[in-house]
């Protein structure tokens, strides 16, 4: 994909993908951020957060559920899941 494109033209290549830390995501759910930071994250085909505690997973669903037409799902294999869980519109324990 040309560098140029801007991110909409991106998406409708489909090739764009967000990879944000725990660190990063913390900035990125300020309230002053959280709408940009959804709405680049909604034009993405895939978003991976990673090294993110507890909290910063339900904010992440809670971002999602208030401001979208959307049902949320979690998935979660941990106690360190279970808030996440919890905050979604479905929520899926799975013991392992």
């Known amino acids: 994909a040309n560098s140029k494109q801007s991110p909409s ?17 913390g900035f990125a759910l300020d309230q002053r951020l959280e709408r940009l930071f959804l709405e680049i994250a909604t034009m993405c085909m895939a978003v991976i957060c990673c090294r993110v505690t507890p909290l910063q997973k339900a904010q992440v669903v809670d971002l999602v559920k208030r401001n ?20 979604a519109h479905i929520g899926v324990g799975i013991s392992g």
């Open 9 to 25: 033209e991106h998406q409708r290549d489909g090739g764009v993908a967000l990879v944000i830390n725990g660190d990063s995501l």
């Open 68 to 87: 979208k037409k959307a049902v949320t799902l979690s998935i979660g294999d941990g106690a360190n899941d279970v808030s996440m869980i919890k905050t």
